[in-house]
């Protein structure tokens, strides 16, 4: 648990940073502070690892003040991911990653074995060990950012915004691929973002502050899109927000149809859905593609599984020609298909929004 | 001229014993080498502490002008009058022109390095110690080297005023040629300063390309 408590940061020359902020961080959480520049999101979060010191309050960590823990051991144990990576570029990318073992007292041989281990486990091919970081793509340069970060395994994990300085797709790779090693391991990663989608899609609670480091709302993504508590939380989330709500919305309730029997060469006969329409499942890929009635083939579109949200859900169906998809079940049975007509039920207004 | 400069080089007593070309030589680098080390010694942690730190950087500026303006001669047949004949004097002139050099390139390379590199560092666990050892230095490693190549220069072409206060060096040629009128010997004197330096310009630039590695990975 990082605890806030009533933490202030007042820079020489009156820049007010941080005001009065209290924040309870749970341990295992992933937790984005969001906001414009100049919000004190970046400085909030510095304070965690004592890069910053508080002009008033305390930070706390499992209930000990960060200031009565020596600079470099608080530390060292904490992973930091900056913007740009920040890699040593007199270094290969092994050494690297290895820094920080090594400054916990590992030999070099130890500290090179972990290294690789958490290159695999970032996603970096082995050959890349050697190179140096200018050698890399900016891409790349992030990922050796985080196994640097998650090398000596720390409980705790900062990350200033990690992917803003990556191209839209790597950006999305990357975000997967956090949020993928989260489930995996389980820390308790503060992150910091402008980018209030990359906050929705990552934080399991968010924590928008507004300039001058004013907290206005700590809650989870589905409450910050709800129930904005501020006209300036209600601003930020304002583009696409009833939309965005269906991710964190389940097909629960959701009325299906059953699939008929599957004819010669799997073909499945959808004339009841369409006449004329046929569709085959590709059992290896998880897709389905539709054929009409002149042999045309549409696709290959995705299977919906049952546990998935209702974004994708309808996403699927407004992507299929006969606006139906595919369901698995949980034991992974695809027995059943739903319609736009089916999801309506699910897409009335939000009740919390009402509320 | 030349051709008595000539004759010089070839006659083999001029090779050998105590005023020897190679004696002359030996003396020329020690006198140059005990200058540059004392420089190195003084300006080495005054440049790392300010490049490091950040404070000081207008001591810093103005030490530098009013040394390099200080007039190497001058200097040097002052302290010959507080102190008398004797190394001393000679290598405090020397040691005061190699200073601007050896600083300037340290604080440029320390107060270079990319500082969220810096703020990296000290963010996963850097004490300040480390964070000067194993990257800051590492990486102002190719401006340290040139202000240190720069002073080496300098007080090689320098070094020939020791002679002028009766002690050794390739400066001898040129004083003693100068007393003498013996301009082929005054020519002799500027010819082995000039290729000493260089020779030396040419080794220590090799020593700088050798000894950046990340450099040398990225031009691959």
Redesign the interface.
Known sequence: MITFESVSKLYPGGTQAVTDLDLQIATGSFTVLVGPSGCGKTTSM?MI?R?VAPTSGRILIDGQDVADIRA?????GI??V??????????TVLDNIA??QR?LGLSKAQARTKAHEAMERVGLDASLAT??P??LSGGQQQRVGVA??LAADPPIL?MDEPFSAVDPIVRLELQQEVAHLQAEIKKTIVMVTHDIDEALTLGDRIAVLAPGGVLHQYASPIDILARPATDFVASLVAKDRGFRTLSFETLTGLGTTTLPVPGPEGLIDMSALAPGWGVRVNRDSGTAAWIDADGAVFGPHPLVPADASLRTGLDAVLASPTSAALLVDGTGNIGSYFTLADLGPLLRPNEQARA | MINEMLAYFAQGANWAGESGIPARLGEHLWYSFLAVAAAAVVAFPVGVFIGHTGTGRVFLVSASNVLRALPSLGIMTLLVLLMGIGLLPPLAALVLIAIPPILAGVYAGVANVDPEVVDAARAIGMKDSRIILQVELPLALPLILGGLRGAILQVVATATIAAYVNLGGLGRYIFDGLALYDYGQVLVGAVLVTGLALVLDGLLGLAARALSPARRAIAN
């Not at chain 1, 470099?72 to 060292?76: A, D, E, F, P, W």
């Open positions: 510095r690892n890069m470099v051991t608080l530390r060292l992973g930091y900056l913007q740009n990576a920040g890699l040593f570029p007199h270094r820094t920080v400054l190179r140096y200018a050698q640097r970060a900062l």
